[in-house]
């Protein structure tokens, strides 16, 4: 069992960056790769950025690329989200969350285990 948990959301205004961190707790000597999904209200949850164990493979949503880094420290058994150039679309509920098979996958049924979000709030 890994435990996730979030932290870093709050309010920005448009055009302003975050960094959110994700926090891993549990079995992590396994390898796992790592995403970070989005929910905004009455909408899906949305693939955002993954990351491989070792950092080396990444993968974003189109809609971030350029604007959103995904990364990791091991030795920390952290995952950061460092988000620049907000827009108010990117206002949502974001969550980590593990994938124990380490593959660096873009659909939320992949990942097996979540935290339980951070709210990120971007006024324009």
């Known amino acids: 069992q890994v435990q996730l948990v979030e932290s870093g959301g709050g309010l920005v205004q448009a055009g302003g960056s975050l960094r959110l961190s994700c926090a891993a707790s549990?079995?992590?000597?396994?390898?796992?790769?790592m995403g970070w999904f989005r929910q905004a209200p009455g909408k899906e949850r949305e693939f955002v950025a993954a990351?491989?164990?070792?950092?080396?493979?990444?993968r974003y949503a189109d809609s971030v690329k350029g604007r959103f880094t995904i990364s990791r420290d091991n030795a920390k058994n952290t995952v950061y989200l460092q988000m620049n150039s907000l827009k108010p679309e990117d206002t949502a509920v974001y969550y980590c969350?593990?994938?124990?098979?380490?593959?660096?996958?873009?659909?939320?049924?992949?990942?097996?285990?979540w935290g339980q979000g951070t709210q990120v709030i971007v006024s324009s």
């Open positions: 549990g079995r992590t000597s396994s390898r796992y790769a």
């Open positions: 990351i491989s164990w070792s950092g080396g493979g990444t």
């Open positions: 969350a593990a994938d124990w098979r380490g593959r660096v996958a873009v659909l939320a049924a992949e990942y097996s285990y």
